[in-house]
């Protein structure tokens, strides 16, 4: 049972953020111009150090689950680039997911939100095939020109809530889904074996880069496995505070891709550390295991520098998955570097 006190005395949820985590930021403010949100708002609320700086007084108790601190959270599109320049290493996305789930617990859906919630991150995302099925029923409104002509009606306007505005986002769905199964060989002599990743939306709406991919792994001469028993990352339940559901998701793919020798993944995007969200994985591989599971081959330029199959290119993704300020440092130099540059081209564009 809590208390009153309790409510108002910090973290509530089960695994909180540390103190010294919390307490990272040396507000240097290097993250404000890699902030979407602060480069379009310019108040310190809607930067990464404003939030930072909310998130550790709620910690503290100073502050509570207020409609003014939920908006300031809920505006972070928790995109992570301001993670990527901060020299002190601040584990802002893992802060950012704790503190959604916090303001989860503090305040709990209206019945209608939570019978939603419930229907969307429980019974449609875990599960692929069903997600594909609304997939095809949504790649036929979009092909049959119903979507054109619901547009044109402007008959979601109509209707209750912001369907309009959610619709506008739909994605264009891809004419063939991609399904994980089997073994894709590799094109030339064998130089590595890895297992593939393929993410539940990315499989719908974005099923070619998923097979471009696999392509490019193949030709590149990789053996390509792909777990059939993967599920969705869990990124959209984390963010939406359902860290649950989430942990589960992550002690699914774990399970899915441990029966696999290698893992060495691509495709979607993944809560900010599956390993420290699926509590239950005692040894440093099976955490780099999941670790790797979030990494994402497109985005990802260095070289991969294990030998052969096995543990090995596990632990060096896991050593590279560490905050590690001076790398963290050199990333933060180089996109000021190039934020400079645009800056500078802009300037003369404007003359
Ligand atoms: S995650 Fe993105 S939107 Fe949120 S504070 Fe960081 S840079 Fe800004
Ligand atoms: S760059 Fe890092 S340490 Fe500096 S203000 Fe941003 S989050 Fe804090």
């Known amino acids: 049972m809590t208390t009153g006190f309790e409510q108002k005395s910090g973290f509530t ?59 300031h959270i809920s505006l972070c599109l928790d995109c992570r680039a301001c993670e990527a320049a901060c020299p002190s290493g601040v584990k802002f996305g893992y802060l950012m997911e704790a503190t959604r789930a916090e303001i989860r617990a503090r305040r709990p859906l209206t019945r209608f939100g939570g019978l939603l919630a419930k229907v969307i991150f429980r019974q449609l995302f875990p599960y692929p095939e069903r997600l594909a099925l609304l997939g095809g029923l949504l790649r036929a409104y979009q092909r049959t020109g119903v979507q054109w002509l619901v547009r044109r009606t402007g008959l979601l306007k109509a209707l209750p809530g912001d369907l309009d505005e959610a619709e506008a986002l739909l994605p264009k769905l891809s004419a063939r889904f991609f399904e994980p199964r089997g073994t894709v060989q590799p094109r030339r002599s064998l130089q590595k074996r890895v297992a593939f990743f393929a993410g539940c939306v990315m499989r719908i709406a974005f099923a070619e880069t998923n097979r ?29 505070g359902e860290r649950e559901q989430a942990k589960e998701l992550a ?48 985005g990802d330029p260095r070289p991969h520098p294990g030998r052969d199959e096995g543990w090995r290119p596990l632990l060096w993704q896991r050593r590279h998955l560490q905050p590690d300020p001076a790398r963290d440092g050199r990333a933060a130099r180089r996109t000021e570097g190039g934020q400079r540059g645009r800056d500078r081209g802009r300037r003369r564009g404007e003359r």
């Open 13 to 71: 949820i089960p695994d909180p953020p540390s103190e010294s985590d919390l307490g990272q930021c040396v507000h240097c403010g290097l993250c404000l111009p890699h902030c979407p949100t602060f480069r379009e708002l310019h108040v310190e609320t809607e930067s990464p150090r404003g939030r930072l700086h909310l998130m550790r007084a709620l910690g503290e108790g100073r502050v509570d689950t207020s409609d003014a601190f939920v908006e």
């Open 251 to 298: 002690r699914r793919n774990i399970e899915a891709f441990e029966r696999r020798p290698a893992a060495r993944s691509a495709g979607a995007p993944a809560p900010a550390d599956a390993g420290r969200l699926s509590g239950r994985l005692p040894p440093a591989a099976r955490a780099a295991h999941s670790a790797a599971a979030a990494r994402s081959a497109q």
């Open 212 to 240: 471009a991919t696999v392509r490019m792994l193949s030709r590149a001469g990789c053996e390509v496995r792909l777990p059939e028993d993967q599920v969705c990352c869990g990124a959209l339940h984390v963010h939406a």
